[in-house]
T-cell receptor
């Protein structure tokens, strides 16, 4: 399983774009990058998944450079309700479990 | 609302006791996962079932067991409870159990062992 490294915490302000970078140096050919969001005392919620280049949905964008050793989750114009823990995962259907890690605690300030 | 339901919402019990946590997956999902989340350990994968059969095992203690029934609901049994078992227990479900599937998490059961 490819290990991921992401910042422990980040602060930003309402209305700003937030970029959270995740490092996954040992990513393998069949691995995908997936991000989940977790609010306090709630279960994680899927945000986005990608393999290479750029993926965008109604919530976020995921940027993956050509070497795939890192990825960046971009949240446009955050609000107070985006305060949560964000988990970067590397997943493949070759493995038998997902490792969530510690995540990045994002705090949005007014 | 993810469509995954878990009962009970809260559970308070004493050391040495046994409890059962219940999970109903989203309609149509065949796979169920159990996770434990405590403050010091983060979110830990325990076990996965797919269509009634155990598919993957994580950091699940021998005192813990789970099963998935024909109607696809799942139960996690925790026995000989210790103080350190106090945690949030999440159930998640996915369509086919491939790890690339999106997992939909339930609201969790908060277990307190006194």
């Amino acid at each position: 399983l490819a290990k991921t490294t992401q910042p422990i915490s980040m602060d930003s302000y309402e209305g700003q774009e937030v970029n959270i970078t995740c490092s996954h140096n040992n990513i393998a050919t069949n691995d995908y990058i997936t991000w989940y969001q977790q609010f306090p005392s709630q279960g994680p919620r899927f945000i986005i998944q990608g393999y290479k280049t750029k993926v965008t949905n109604e919530v976020a964008s995921l940027f993956i450079p050509a070497d795939r050793k890192s990825s960046t989750l971009s949240l446009p114009r955050v609000s107070l309700s985006d305060t949560a823990v964000y988990y970067c995962l590397v997943v493949t259907n070759r493995d038998d479990k997902i490792i969530f890690g510690k995540g990045t605690r994002l705090h949005i300030l007014p | 609302d993810s469509g995954v339901t878990q009962t009970p919402k809260h559970l308070i019990t004493a050391t040495g006791q046994r409890v059962t946590l219940r999970c109903s997956p989203r309609s149509g999902d065949l796979s169920v996962y159990w996770y434990q989340q405590s403050l010091d350990q983060g979110l830990q994968f325990l076990i996965q079932y797919y269509n009634g059969e155990e598919r993957a095992k994580g950091n699940i203690l021998e005192r813990f067991s789970a099963q998935q029934f024909p109607d696809l609901h799942s139960e996690l049994n925790l026995s000989s409870l210790e103080l350190g078992d106090s945690a949030l227990y999440f159930c998640a479900s996915s369509v086919v159990g491939d790890l690339l599937d999106t997992q939909y998490f339930g609201p969790g059961t908060r277990l307190t062992v006194l």
